[in-house]
T-cell receptor
Framework: GENVEQHPSTLSVQEGDSAVIKCTYSDSASNYFPWYKQELGKRPQLIIDIRSNVGEKKDQRIAVTLNKTAKHFSLHITETQPEDSAVYFCAARRTSYGKLTFGQGTILTVHP | DAGVIQSPRHEVTEMGQEVTLRCKPI?????LFWYRQTMMRGLELLIY????????DSGMPEDRFSAKMPNASFSTLKIQPSEPRDSAVYFC?????????????FGEGSWLTVV
């Protein structure tokens, strides 16, 4: 089955700095890679996703890049703000196979 | 849109008792997922359904766990008998279907504590 590894497990940055979280996956058939943000005591919520036919996708301060050859994808957050502090999960999934496999999560702390 | 609705939000029960968690998926969504979240194991998929049929239950930890989806708008996850190691947050999630691009939306979770 699919295995998703996520690094780092914790990340601490100053407000205004950039943050990068990296994930690798094992199943070459995976073709959908979402990122979820989970605030303390809340549910995971989708913040951005990318499909395998795209190398990069950007939404305001958030961007995701995908390298299918190397089987890794990354989340980039620029101009970080204290409200970006949360746990971020990457995940991978393949067509017609419902299982979404999550990485272990990254605790991001943005210091004012 | 009310989103995925779960109940109860919090439950504290004694070891050995039966626990039933309930979920109403987003209207029109054909796929339903049960996840468990703990500090040690992260987000684990327990089971998922498509069109009310269980597709993959390989994540169900033991026979003490069972899940049903009697209709398109309701699912239950039952633990009998419960044990302290079952303490976790149980998330129900739903999506339009199993295509890889269908976004999976999570409910608020059911926080279970078994003492």
């Amino acid at each position: 089955g699919e295995n998703v590894e996520q690094h780092p497990s914790t990340l601490s940055v100053q407000e205004g700095d950039s943050a990068v979280i990296k994930c690798t996956y094992s199943d070459s058939a995976s073709n959908y890679f979402p990122w979820y943000k989970q605030e303390l005591g809340k549910r995971p919520q989708l913040i951005i996703d990318i499909r395998s036919n795209v190398g990069e996708k950007k939404d305001q301060r958030i961007a995701v890049t995908l390298n299918k050859t190397a089987k890794h994808f990354s989340l980039h957050i620029t101009e970080t703000q204290p409200e970006d502090s949360a746990v971020y999960f990457c995940a991978a999934r393949r067509t017609s196979y419902g299982k979404l496999t999550f990485g272990q999560g990254t605790i991001l702390t943005v210091h004012p | 849109d009310a989103g995925v609705i779960q109940s109860p939000r919090h439950e504290v029960t004694e070891m050995g008792q039966e626990v039933t968690l309930r979920c109403k998926p987003i209207s029109g969504h054909n796929s339903l997922f049960w996840y468990r979240q703990t500090m040690m194991r992260g987000l684990e998929l327990l089971i998922y359904f498509n069109n009310n049929v269980p597709i993959d239950d390989s994540g169900m930890p033991e026979d003490r766990f069972s899940a049903k989806m009697p209709n398109a708008s309701f699912s239950t996850l039952k633990i009998q008998p419960s044990e302290p190691r079952d303490s976790a947050v149980y998330f129900c999630a739903s999506s339009l279907g199993l295509n890889s691009g269908n976004t999976i939306y999570f409910g608020e979770g059911s926080w279970l504590t078994v003492v």
